[in-house]
């Protein structure tokens, strides 16, 4: 079950974290795996996985990679970066950045990739959001705006392309152990990582943060022919965060 044999996968952001769990669990499972991403991961990867070093926000780039790979299966838009504050604490410029990584990047790649997979008729487009798209948490207005965006972007794309053979669905984690959370808690809590790691995994009800792994066995399986049926939603990863926070 779950074979993604003969299909060419790109994840962006595939270089660390959730996006290198994606990465290596699709290679396990028969995918050619591109990844993409703004430098090599510092951990060294299979040799099997092609690395394409691109900045998403680009066009140019990302349709320069399209036309290089002339064909792909399967997207997983993964790449994103955090922002902290509430809309007065979120300058124009932290908007700006943030949209344009989160939203356009996101955008680029499917504009740029979505022409193939309607030529054959088939495609699997998976989408990263967060729980941030659905409840409101403190001090994440700029995030939780793009995760919102990424959110609806996914439905619009599983309506417009159904009739095409191409299904979209989008994940959304709470929070997960990854380098990245690491270097946020030491960025912006330096005397205090310790004690607002523990306070981050206190907010799933299950009591820990998840593992990247885990997230990448959910989106093993949205990509799979086992998931054929599913298109245009929302799979909350978040320990019991949205629903049983109350």
Known sequence: MFKLTNK??????????????????????GAEVH??????????MPAEITFHQADITSMEAIEAIAAKLKSLDILVNNAGIPQIGNLEKTSPADFQRIF???????????????????????????????????????????YSMTKGAIKSMTQSVAKDYVKQGIRCNCISPGRVHTPFVDGFIAKNYPDQQKEMFEKLSATQPIGRMAKPQEIAHLALYLCSDEAAFITGCDYPIDGGFIYLNN
């Open 35 to 44: 990844v993409l991403d703004l430098k090599p991961s510092v951990e060294p």
């Open 8 to 29: 060419k996968v790109l994840i962006t952001g595939g270089c660390s974290g959730i996006g290198q769990s994606i990465a290596l669990t699709f290679l396990a499972q």
């Open 100 to 142: 344009d990584v989160n939203v356009k990047g996101a955008y680029h790649c499917m504009y740029a990739f979505i022409p193939s997979m309607i030529k054959q008729k088939s495609g699997v487009i998976l989408n990263m959001a967060s729980v941030a798209a659905s409840v409101g948490i403190p001090d994440r207005f700029g």
